[in-house]
């Protein structure tokens, strides 16, 4: 819905020639998100007190006995709700119930600049509480149709200098290795090469690189996401991981430096020679291929090709799964006149709900996809904005070429 719906206001009420119990289970909504957040009477006061079995009878006494005392509870309803029209709900329930999971004060500051915009007045906080309020329900389904399940497993994040000369822009040097790998059955999951010690974000992207390659080499994104009950990271342990891992309700465990004997075998068969990175890490993959039957860098090539140059943005699972936005760098962006951020050559623009145009000149934050160049997730005020997709790169049908050119060597 890109129309700004506070341009029609002719609209009809949000609550108006409303079916008999639609008042009601409003009330209903209400009551029961504030049985498990009571802070919602602190923002909506008048909502103590009220009992929607109770507002049921009022009405059906109103339809028996014409000359009944109009319900005070459903005057208290309509009066909050009264600048409310349905084009306004709709958008509301547009931007809350989508899975970006947008807070209510985003939802409300994209509303007051809506209305800005339109030169209209725009809705108190606490009216697009309430309305979000009502849509909790909503969202949740929208978040349980792809659940995040753990699996009752051990992965262990490590990193560690390599004894083998690599060359590289900066000459000869001997890399780092940053491995996932699960504990159980020493499988490596996941890897990424790097000059110099890694930093907290190369260690975040390797964890990423874990969940969603493995699943994605099968499946065309048609999987859930199954991260580990247990997560050992080798000190210093990133901030990224700790936030990522309280979503999804697992243990993380702080360890020392180990030793890797897979490393130190293949470090002792390429002693003697000189190589360049590329033919390194398909040397280190076919090495894990060879241990375990998975090759994680030849699975991520095989998720791009299997991609091709076609991809709907559902496809992204950066918009099913609550943390794995957590685990991504952020780089900071302005906002331009016309509603696009440009970064690295490409123009980002919400192709949704179009809300970056209310945001001129803003500073935001970016996260850029990992699995495609396409798409960046917006950040504003440290909570997500939206989800944006570059202009030069996407489709007439709204799918987008995940790469400028179609098959990336994808590591380097």
Not at 218 to 234: A, D, I
Not at 293 to 322: E, I, M, S
């Amino acid at each position: 819905m890109k129309t700004n719906p506070f341009c029609l206001p002719d609209a009809p009420a949000w609550l108006e020639d409303d079916p008999i119990q639609q008042i009601p289970r409003l009330l209903e909504r209400l009551l029961e998100v504030a049985a498990h957040a009571p802070h919602l009477y602190e923002t909506l006061p008048w909502l103590k007190g009220m009992d929607a079995w109770g507002l049921v009878q009022e009405r059906f006494s109103e339809l028996i006995f014409p000359d009944t005392p109009p319900s005070p509870q459903e005057a208290t309803l309509t009066g909050f709700f009264a600048r409310v029209t349905e084009p306004i709900a709709k958008m509301v329930e547009a931007l809350y119930a989508s899975r970006l999971l947008r807070d209510t004060s985003t939802v409300g500051e994209i509303l007051s600049r809506m209305a800005q915009d339109a030169g209209r007045e725009a809705l108190p906080q606490e009216v697009v509480t309430g309305i979000c309020a009502s849509l909790v329900r909503r969202r949740l389904d929208a978040l349980g149709q792809e659940p995040i399940r753990p699996q009752a497993a051990t992965w262990k994040i490590t990193w560690h200098p390599t004894s083998v000369w690599v060359r590289s822009p900066m000459g000869v040097k001997k890399p780092f290795l940053v491995l996932v790998t699960d504990e159980a059955t020493k499988k490596i999951l996941a890897f990424r090469c790097t000059s110099d010690p890694p930093n907290p974000t190369e260690v975040s992207l390797v964890l990423y690189d874990a969940l969603v390659f493995p699943s994605s080499a099968e499946r065309h994104f048609g999987w859930h996401l199954s991260p580990p009950t247990r997560l050992c990271v080798q000190s210093p342990l990133p901030k990224a991981i700790q936030l990522a891992a309280l979503v999804w309700r697992i243990e993380v465990e702080e360890i020392p430096q180990q030793d890797c004997a897979f490393l130190q075998t293949l470090d002792r068969e390429l002693a003697s020679r000189t190589l360049d990175p590329v033919h390194y890490l398909r040397i280190l993959d076919r090495a894990c291929e060879r241990a375990s039957g998975y090759a994680p860098f030849l699975a991520k090539q095989r998720t791009v090709q299997k991609n091709g140059w076609c991809v709907h943005p559902y496809n992204d699972p950066l918009r099913h799964y609550l943390g794995l936005r957590e685990l991504l760098p952020s780089f900071p962006a302005i906002i331009g006149e016309d509603g696009t951020v440009e970064w690295q050559g490409w123009h980002y623009r919400d192709s949704e709900e179009d809300v970056l145009r209310y945001f001129p000149h803003a500073a935001v934050m970016i996260r850029p996809s990992p699995s495609t160049e396409a798409t960046i997730s917006v950040y504003w005020n440290e909570a997500i904005l939206c989800y944006a997709t570059a202009s030069e790169l996407q489709h007439p049908d709204g799918s987008y070429r995940p790469y400028w050119f179609p098959y990336p060597r994808l590591g380097e």
